[in-house]
């Protein structure tokens, strides 16, 4: 069982920056797309970027020229930085495989992001 813990969430200013970190736990995780989402309160989880075993990205919309996906399979960890901050980027931050894989894992308790002045 593959468990994934997030952090470096806080609080920041806006249009200031943060880099979430996500830990997996076992090997099988450099075999999968991995992927960060993100669920404010009251809406459904949404998909921000994912990278591939080898290192290919791909983000959503939103995500593009602000945010920077990256994975490092020796340590089982997937990165998410993030720059200019809004504050509708406040959110709970997770990752998990992508959206098109075959197999989830089970969900971290995620990282919560809060951008306000």
């Known amino acids: 069982q593959v468990q994934l813990v997030e952090s470096g969430g806080g609080l920041v200013q806006p249009g200031g920056s943060l880099r979430l970190a996500c830990a997996a736990s076992?090997?099988?995780?450099?075999?999968?797309?991995m992927a960060w989402y993100r669920q404010a309160p009251g809406n459904e989880r949404e998909y921000i970027a994912l990278?591939?075993?080898?290192?290919?990205?791909s983000y959503a919309d939103f995500a593009k020229g602000r945010f920077t996906i990256s994975r490092d399979n020796a340590k089982n960890t997937v990165h998410l930085q993030m720059n200019s901050l809004k504050p509708e980027d406040t959110a709970v931050y997770y990752c998990?495989?992508?959206?098109?894989?075959?197999?989830?894992?089970?969900w971290g308790q995620g990282a919560q992001v809060t951008v306000s002045s």
């Open positions: 998990n495989t992508s959206p098109a894989s075959a197999r989830q894992f089970q």
């Open positions: 076992g090997s099988i995780f450099m075999s999968y797309n």
């Open positions: 990278v591939s075993p080898l290192g290919s990205t």
